[in-house]
């Protein structure tokens, strides 16, 4: 029997698509990360950092197990150090301020808390909090991190060295780790911006229950949060995520360690939200063109799980205005390892977004990657669907399965489909989409089934399309149905936000599986965000009446306490002008380095205040720390729009929210064991006048580079 090569490239196309059913990805392996989970404590004591306090100083005296209390109220400016330490118990830093006037636990802070949270203030343009190789088990909550300028990062975890020694950490077991930020409210600067609030570069790292906003830059990316030499182990819950670039991205950079990629994130019933104000043509346009990108983007992730989040606003600016962005890049070269492999994502809700997903297979030229393997996009709404693009997939991603979405798309397409590349592993099943004008295109192909076909055994079935002229039915695969509007579907309460079918819908149990197409509305509805939740609460104003989600389920009662006062609610984007043509891949996001910023303004004055409150935590001892380096300050608060019809942006994750064991819709996560995190041992920190004279030099050329791109 002759063997010709194309026999073999089929009987390995037939291989793979033959298999291709069972290649769902695996969810994150990510054991106990708290920083109490198995701490020992040598100490127990409180060190107390009044107003003008020392804090510095409490840092490098405390040990595992103390506590750290800043004055309610007070501010302190300074780029605060963090060394590693002998011994794994959690030193916790937080407010003086009594629990009873704190947001509770599994609650979401925010501004409405600024009177009664200490302030971390960076003064230079550098890290207000940085973390240096090794350092390890700190918790803060009930705090204020903001910036005096333009400032790069916040929060600055890994990467530090490069401000001493010009060397980043290029061990895994050299990252710092078991950090935890719970209810902190994090903002940059309202006229200079902030490129970063969180860099997230460890292992175990945990942000929970927090306040990120005003993050934005002019001409460069900025990030809420950011990793892209980070270890593995990550958890970013319930958390208000706002940054005019990417709210949240993996990748972006070259990793400082050979052969790294962030690993096993769960990114979990958080509401990534960009302001109307930074829309230019918006009525609130506030003035600032800040470089807009998207909502979430994954370019170096493996095992990544996005789960029950709100995803609102995103258009086109410095990118096409996809939410959402799955898309393998290199930084130019550095690090070919780069991937995306493992994504889940599902039970979200997609809002006011020009376009929906873009999903490449692989970098390409310099930043070139390894091939992009195992999507699972499943059980997602978009509430009011894309203006142009649902889908756009580039060059062939592998194992891609959309499944039991009901996606709505205004005009342009449902789908587009290129370049020239074959796939493998295509399933589009179970969903209700919308035609839009355009369905499904590819490149250099004829609309319909053609597009489908860069993937040789595809699987298209059980679909409800809406809206498709009747005269393309030839063009489309069979064994799906072509509704003629969203009222032939009969949803339940279109007007109520309840996209379930109704008892009489024509489509009631169609799908493949005996199920209804579409969302299952019992999974969505006990997602998080579907439910007016508990509110965390300041006790000085009254309580309003909780706004209702859009869920057919009832809601929890309110925790009987006043509620923070929310903000308007942004106007509704307009509907832009339809874009039939094919998008082309948007330009890769530059990587996470310094950018060009506006110059820095003076540091505002900090005024005199703040006041004793209760010491919430008991301690064996008290001890205080004094000294020059802060000063008690001002409160702040900043405003942000709460999306019409939605939750107030605060709300406490549920008491029964799904564990990643408990989620059903990916296959069961790999058997491998963690990296066990391994103790560093702590070196003596460096005199405060070394530290000093890094920050100087840091501050001396960042003031240059600025007047040198001015």
């Given amino acids: 029997m002759r063997i010709t090569s194309a026999f073999i490239v089929g009987m390995l196309l037939s291989l793979e698509t033959a298999a291709f059913a069972q290649n769902l990805p695996a969810l994150p392996v990510i054991p106990d990360i708290s920083c109490t989970s ?8 409180t060190i107390q950092v009044p107003a003008g306090g020392n804090f510095q100083t409490a840092i490098d005296n405390a040990k595992p197990g103390d506590t750290i209390l800043l004055q309610a109220g007070a501010t302190y400016t300074g780029n605060f150090a963090f060394y590693p330490k002998q011994g794994e118990g959690c030193i916790t830093i937080r407010s003086s301020a009594s629990d009873s006037v704190l947001p509770q636990t599994g609650q979401r802070t925010g501004p409405s808390y600024a009177s009664v949270l200490p302030k971390i203030v960076s003064p230079n343009g550098l890290y207000a909090l940085g973390f240096f190789p090794g350092s390890h088990h700190f918790r803060f909550m009930h705090v204020e991190i903001a910036a005096s300028q333009f400032t790069l990062d916040l929060v600055l975890i890994g990467g530090t060295g490069m401000l001493t020694t010009g060397q980043a950490e290029t061990d895994v077991n050299l990252l710092p780790h078991h950090i935890e930020f719970d209810r902190v409210y994090i903002h940059g600067h309202p006229t200079l911006g902030t ?18 906003s005003d993050i934005k830059a002019l001409g460069a990316d900025s990030q809420a949060i950011c990793t892209w030499s980070g270890g593995n182990h990550y958890r970013i819950v319930n958390n208000y995520l706002e940054a005019a670039g990417e709210n949240f991205m993996a990748g972006g950079a070259a990793p400082w360690i050979y052969n790294e990629v962030p690993s096993d994130i769960e990114i979990r019933n958080n509401y990534f939200y960009k302001q109307l104000s930074w829309k230019i043509g918006h009525p609130t346009y506030a003035g600032s063109a800040w470089t807009i990108k998207n909502l979430l983007e994954l370019k170096n992730a493996k095992r990544t799980l996005i789960y029950g989040n709100v995803f609102e606003n995103s258009w086109t600016h410095a990118q096409a205005g996809f939410a959402v962005l799955f898309t393998p890049l290199n930084d130019q070269s550095y690090a070919p390892w780069s991937t995306v492999e493992d994504t889940t994502f599902t039970n979200n809700v997609i809002r006011g977004t020009e376009r929906g997903f873009q999903i490449l297979a692989s970098g390409y030229g310099q930043w070139m990657t390894k091939l992009q393997y195992r999507i699972l996009i499943e059980n997602n709404l978009f509430l009011d669907g894309p203006s142009n693009r649902l889908f756009q997939i580039i060059g062939g991603p592998r194992d891609l399965t959309i499944r039991h979405n009901t996606m709505f798309v205004t005009q342009g397409d449902l789908m ?82 309840d996209y379930s079918l109704s008892a009489s819908s ?20 006990a997602s998080s965000y579907t439910k007016p939740l508990t509110v965390a609460t300041t006790p000085s104003t009254p309580t309003p009446t909780p706004t209702p989600a859009p869920t057919p389920t009832s809601a929890p009662s309110p925790t009987p306490a006043p509620a923070p006062t929310s903000a308007p609610t ?50 064996t001892s008290t001890s205080t ?38 989620i059903s819709t990916a296959v069961t996560a790999p058997t491998t064991s963690p990296t066990t995190s391994q103790s560093v041992q702590r070196p003596m920190p460096p005199g405060q006048a070394k530290r000093q004279g890094f920050v100087d030099r840091f501050v001396g050329k960042l003031k240059s580079f600025m007047e040198m791109v001015k």
């Fill in 38 to 45: 198995t701490a020992t404590t040598l100490s127990n004591q």
């Fill in 195 to 212: 490129k970063r609030a969180i860099a997230l570069n460890g292992r175990a790292l945990t942000v929970k229950n927090s306040h990120i």
């Fill in 416 to 497: 587009y489909i290129g370049e020239e590349s074959i796939g493998a592993g295509l399933i589009m099943e179970n969903n209700i989409l919308g035609f839009g004008i355009n369905g499904i295109l590819g490149y250099n192909r004829t609309p319909g089934i053609a597009p489908l076909q860069y993937y040789p055994g595809y699987r298209f079935e059980k679909n409800i399309i809406i809206g498709m002229p009747t005269s393309l039915l030839q063009q489309y695969p069979p064994n799906n149905t072509y509704a003629p509007s969203v009222a032939s579907v009969s949803f339940a309460n279109v007007n109520g936000g």
């Fill in 506 to 525: 024509p489509y009631n149990n169609a799908g493949n599986d005996g199920k209804d197409p579409g969302v299952d509305w019992s999974v969505l509805a």
């Fill in 570 to 619: 942004p106007t509704p984007a307009p509907t832009p002008t339809s874009a039939p043509t094919p998008t082309p891949a948007p330009a890769p996001t530059s990587a996470p380095a310094p950018a060009p910023a506006p110059a820095p303004a003076p540091a505002p004055t900090t005024a005199q205040g703040g006041s004793t409150s209760t010491t919430p935590t008991a301690s």
């Fill in 625 to 662: 720390s004094t000294g020059t380096s802060g000063a008690a300050g001002t409160t702040s608060s900043s405003t942000t729009g709460t999306a019409a019809g939605m939750t107030t942006p605060s709300p406490a994750a549920p008491t029964t929210s799904p564990t990643i064991a408990s």
